[in-house]
């Protein structure tokens, strides 16, 4: 008598869904004269599911290049990736069932990184530094865009009155070669802007404020954000 064996003992393929609460994120730094004062990081949440398969499966996990995090698949369901460095990161997702066999699935996460600089009362400026490649990002980003407010605060009790300051925004790179440069005047109790789109994304750049001439001090405010363009999909 001929024996007959089920179809799925010999089948090593089995299905889990992935989710995750977002595939977008912006880490927030601000500085203060110079100085990092905090840092808001990105965290992302992958719930996993398996339905009918869920006896088979013993592991869950995520790999994100360098980093590999698991959980035991029958008592939990939930991985939490905290992302520190802007880039465009593939997320593998994974499970392993209980003889080993491993399913895979790839997800796009983008996080972007806004910089908020600070200076106040100053004549000498500090150069705000930026590095807008991470060597873990899958890619380059697309762009830098820039904000930069310059204040000349009114002192009420001043009775000779302020002045005028002249001022010249830089952005320059390694070897302090001048990318792009914008020159303004700044009458007292007045704020002047400068916005712009760099897209020069290698290496190290600096957000300079030139004081050229004038007598008051000055108020400093940098918004950078270094963004990225979400890959095109087949």
Not at 17 to 41: L, P
Not at 94 to 102: L, N, P, S, T, V
Request: charged share 25%; hydrophobic share 30%.
């Amino acid at each position: 008598m001929s024996g007959c064996l089920d179809d799925r003992e010999n089948n090593q393929e089995f299905n889990f869904e992935v989710t995750t609460n977002s595939q977008n994120g912006t880490i927030i730094e601000t500085y203060v004269d110079g100085e990092r004062e905090s840092i808001q990081e990105c965290h992302f949440r992958f719930e996993f599911s398996s339905g009918s398969d869920s006896s088979r499966i013993s592991t869950y996990g995520i790999n994100n290049s360098d980093t590999e995090i698991t959980i035991n698949a029958k008592k939990d369901s939930t991985i939490i990736l905290t992302i520190s460095h802007h880039g465009l990161y593939r997320i593998l997702a994974f499970a392993i069932d209980e003889q080993g066999y491993r399913v895979e699935k790839s997800i796009t996460i983008i996080v972007e990184l806004q910089m908020e600089w600070r200076e106040e009362g100053t004549s000498e400026p500090k150069p705000m530094p930026f590095k807008s490649f991470n060597t873990g990002s899958q890619s380059h980003p697309s762009s830098t865009l820039i904000t930069s407010y310059v204040k000349n605060p009114s002192f009420t009790d001043d009775f000779t009155g302020g002045r005028p300051v002249e001022i010249t925004w830089n952005i320059a790179d390694e070897l302090n070669e001048i990318c792009q440069s914008h020159s303004d005047e700044v009458g007292d109790g007045e704020t002047v802007e400068w916005k712009t789109i760099y897209f020069n994304t290698i290496g190290t750049h600096e957000l300079q404020v030139n004081y050229d001439e004038g007598q008051d001090l000055i108020d400093i405010e940098h918004i950078l954000h270094i963004q990225y363009q979400a890959p095109e999909t087949s």
